[in-house]
């Protein structure tokens, strides 16, 4: 089993649609969760981080699941900036370098 | 403030031939990494260093060295450049306690 593993997509949703991701990880000792957006032929970046207790920022919301060991992001009322490719990492313990990228999933939003 | 700045953006290369992939980063950040990104592999970790000084391998660091002679500057070494390394390369810096990430605009290297 992969670490992190997601479903590649891509998702097409019109505009205004509500979309959800999710995100199942293998280590149970996982401390931290993010999600992190990826223009194309871009670097990635921080979209948020992920707590136990569930977090929302605006249209999107993220949730952690620690007994089944899988982190979801939903996006309400999608735009067309939405559109990208959404990376879901994980880190294994304390310290940066063991944080695990998905391939992630893309999203493609249509007018 | 620039971030992290990285150098070339991209290089057509030989293989066997020798390159250094150039990063620095202006934040003060502890830890920098370097990552490939490769279509349908993701983002993996080839070379990470917590603190100047020191560094650490990653999943795929064969074929590749680094160096930490100071905080700011982590450059990325192919000795003897194979067309197994063609990618995209990303250098990433972090307050080590956060955890979050800050990307370079990435190096596209094609090896032939």
């Known amino acids: 089993r992969k670490e992190v593993e997601q479903d590649p997509g891509p998702f097409n949703v019109p505009e205004g649609a509500t979309v959800a991701f999710n995100c199942t990880y293998s280590n149970s000792a996982s401390q931290s969760f993010f999600w992190y957006r990826q223009d194309c032929r871009k670097e990635p970046k921080l979209l948020m981080s992920?707590?136990?207790s569930g977090n929302e920022d605006g249209r999107f919301t993220a949730q952690l699941n620690r007994a089944s060991q899988y982190i979801s992001l939903l996006i309400r009322d999608s735009k067309l900036s939405d559109s990208a490719t959404y990376l879901c990492?994980?880190?294994?313990?304390?310290?940066?370098?063991?944080?695990?990228f998905g391939k992630g999933t893309k999203l493609s939003v249509i007018p | 403030t620039a971030g992290i700045t990285q150098a070339p953006t991209s290089q057509i290369l030989a293989a066997g031939r020798s390159m250094t992939l150039r990063c620095t980063q202006d934040?003060?950040?502890?830890?920098m990494y370097w990552y490939r990104q490769d279509l349908g592999l993701g983002l993996r970790l080839i070379h990470y260093s917590n603190t100047a000084g020191t560094t650490g391998k990653g999943e795929v660091p064969d074929g590749y060295s680094v160096s930490r002679a100071n905080t700011d500057d982590f450059p990325l070494t192919l000795a003897s450049a194979v067309p197994s390394q063609t990618s995209v390369y990303f250098c990433a810096s972090s307050d080590s306690s956060a955890g979050e990430l800050f990307f370079g605009e990435g190096s596209r290297l094609t090896v032939l």
């Open positions: 934040m003060r950040h502890n830890a």
């Open positions: 992920v707590y136990s």
């Open positions: 990492v994980v880190s294994s313990g304390a310290g940066s370098y063991q944080l695990t």
